[in-house]
């Protein structure tokens, strides 16, 4: 008997009962499609992963050791069970893909997240066409659209050095796996100066500049005293805020690079000093425009604001439908 949803959403995960595999499961299952390594597409205790070649490094440093991985290129077929599925860059993060997945002439495609803006730190999203698109919905509000990268880039960096010609450390947090190495590869467009970076952020920026990735030269700021931090730019995750962590730059000032930096009540709710518009997801306008560009003739939302897009895209004629996952929003 064929199943009539080639993708269906189980206790596990998202379920390919043809081709007997899960894609990003949230519990553990004999083989795992992973479209990246973000905690809540990635999880330990399965038994076989697979994913794209270009990020296996980042998997490596969040996976067991004895954890079995194995590769794909981008566009290499492969057959699972009656199905044929291949990986396309999803511009999110390194590595990053959206899953396609064949069976009998139909197509679906799983973007897990991605965005169309340009980043240095991995390869453009490919528009894959299909008839079932399942789309990520971060941050499909209207309010969400987002500022070309490089202007975001020169806001950073004059945010630094007005903070340098006051004798101030500039922190920026950023998410610590994909936006904190965007950043750092971003700025390498305009300065040489190095950047210091938190222990969280090191080992994940190491891997980027394994896989050819420029960036600016970073140093650890694990030098709790002796090191003069005034003037510096370093990067932290969000968790580090208001932590004694932080005692160590002396007289500073907070940034944040975040999506959710668009809406101002997020913005003085979150209290930094200043936040900068830079997101590893698609906006708003980015949504529709790939939704239709897919040419999908069916629209499945796994998270964010899946509700707002659903609704959206039935008013514009299109049959679209929220999934419910256990994906949250990493930013
Ligand atoms: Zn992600
Ligand atoms: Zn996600």
Same mark, same amino acid.
């Given at each position: ?15 390919? !009962? !043809?081709?007997?595999?899960? $894609? ?6 004999? +083989? ?23 990020? #296996? ?6 996976? *067991? ?30 590595? &990053? &893909? ?12 799983? &973007? ?27 941050? !499909? ?21 007005? %903070? ?27 300065? %040489? ?7 969280? #952020? ?8 394994? %896989?050819? #990735? *420029?960036?600016?030269? /970073?140093? *650890? ?7 003069? =931090?005034?003037?510096?730019? $370093? ?7 208001? &932590? ?29 000093? +200043? ?14 425009? /790939? ?13 964010? =604001? ?26």
């Amino acid at each position: 008997m064929i199943e009539k949803e080639l993708i269906t959403v189980t206790s596990r995960g998202l379920h390919c !009962a !043809a081709g007997d595999f899960y $894609i990003d499961p949230w519990q553990p299952v004999a +083989r795992a499609l992973i479209t990246h390594a973000h905690g809540d597409h990635l999880r330990g205790g399965s038994a076989a992963y697979y994913l794209a070649a270009a990020g #296996i490094g980042l998997a490596r440093q969040r996976l *067991p050791a004895d954890a079995t991985i194995h590769p794909l290129g981008y566009g290499e077929c492969v057959r699972f069970g009656d199905t044929q599925v291949s990986l396309h860059p999803a511009g999110h993060i390194l590595g &990053s &893909s959206q899953i396609r997945v064949e069976r009998a002439g139909e197509v679906w495609v799983v &973007s897990g997240d991605y965005k169309r803006d340009s980043d240095p730190t991995c390869l453009p999203f490919e528009v894959v066409p299909c008839d079932v698109f399942i789309s990520e919905a971060t941050f !499909a509000l209207p309010a969400y659209r987002w500022t070309d990268t490089p202007t975001v880039a020169r806001e950073i960096l004059s945010w630094w050095h007005e %903070n340098r010609s006051r004798g101030l450390a500039s922190v920026l947090f950023a998410y610590a796996l994909g936006k904190a190495q965007r950043v750092l590869a971003e700025l390498a467009a305009f300065t %040489n100066d190095s950047a210091y970076v938190h222990g969280a #952020i090191a080992g994940l920026t190491d891997v980027y500049r394994e %896989n050819g #990735i *420029p960036m600016l030269n /970073t140093l *650890p700021a694990t030098v709790a005293g002796g090191a003069n =931090y005034a003037g510096a730019l $370093i990067l932290a995750p969000p968790s580090a805020a208001g &932590s004694p962590w932080m005692r160590r730059f002396g007289d500073h000032r907070t940034g944040f690079c975040s999506g959710w930096m668009r809406v101002r009540g997020d913005r003085r709710r979150r209290g930094y000093d +200043r936040g900068f518009v830079l997101s590893d997801h698609a906006d708003w306008p980015s949504l529709l425009r /790939t939704c239709h560009e897919t040419g999908a003739r069916r629209i499945l939302l796994t998270h964010g =604001y899946t509700d707002a897009l659903c609704r959206y895209l039935r008013e514009q004629g299109v049959d679209a439908a929220s999934l419910r996952t256990e994906y949250g929003a990493e930013e």
